[in-house]
């Protein structure tokens, strides 16, 4: 069974740095790309990063380019999102998602919290 | 506001059909396939159909999905109370180079 664990949201004031996480198993984390999707408090779906599975291939929303770096460790079967200079609005559950290259996002994980606020 | 048009809201009685529409532009549905998302509050989202009209194990054929051209629409036939969710189409886009999504669409059921 497919599962994705994030980790690493928490509480920060303006302008600091998180490093999220993301824990695979189940599958072979190699083959897929993976996806940061957020969701802000009672707004809908925002996709923020995108990451192919040799990681060759980044993209990013223009909300987060240049301050977030999506990367992975597929020895680790690990997948990250570094956020620097957070503003007020990043607030959100951020979701690590698992793709089948660009077709579709077909797993995600459970979420985690990412409060930015003095 | 989202590159992709969604009704805020739709309803319908138990029993009934509901049509979810989802709007978008040649970079994104008009070249690419749809997927539709179900949420329920304080959950992650969940595949419901991809590639348009394929839908995953376990998903009941209750839920279908169709594209023409740069509209996709999610129907849902005989509904039922546990359908009461957040609903979401999501493209990927050429343009952006990223995943889109739909505003999303909370469906009662009254």
């Known amino acids: 069974e497919v599962h994705l664990v994030e980790s690493g949201g928490g509480l920060i004031q303006p302008g600091g740095s998180l490093r999220l996480s993301c824990a695979a198993s189940?599958?072979?984390?190699?083959?897929?790309?993976l996806n940061w999707v957020r969701q802000a408090p009672g707004r809908g779906l925002e996709w923020i990063s995108y990451?192919?599975?040799?990681?060759?291939?980044?993209y990013y929303a223009d909300s987060v380019k240049g301050r977030f770096t999506i990367s992975r460790d597929n020895a680790r079967d690990s997948v990250y999102l570094q956020m620097n200079s957070l503003r007020a609005d990043d607030t959100a559950v951020y979701y690590c998602?698992?793709?089948?290259?660009?077709?579709?996002?077909?797993?995600w994980g459970q979420g985690t919290l990412v409060t930015v606020s003095s | 506001q989202s590159v992709l048009t969604q009704p805020p809201s739709a309803s319908g009685a138990p029993g009934q059909r509901v049509t979810i529409s989802c709007s978008g532009s040649?970079?994104?549905?008009?070249?690419?396939?749809v997927n539709w998302y179900q949420q329920f509050p304080g959950t992650a989202p969940k595949l419901l159909i991809y590639r348009n009209n394929q839908r995953p194990s376990g998903v009941p054929d209750r839920f279908s999905g169709s594209k023409s051209g740069t509209s996709a629409s999610l129907a849902i036939s005989g509904l039922q109370s546990e359908d009461e969710a957040d609903y979401y189409c999501a493209p990927w886009d050429d343009s952006l180079n990223g995943w889109v999504f739909g505003g999303g669409t909370k469906l009662t059921v009254l």
């Open positions: 990451i192919s599975s040799n990681s060759k291939t980044r």
């Open positions: 998602a698992r793709s089948e290259s660009q077709l579709e996002i077909d797993y």
């Open positions: 189940g599958f072979s984390f190699s083959s897929y790309s």
């Open positions: 040649s970079s994104n549905i008009g070249s690419n396939t």
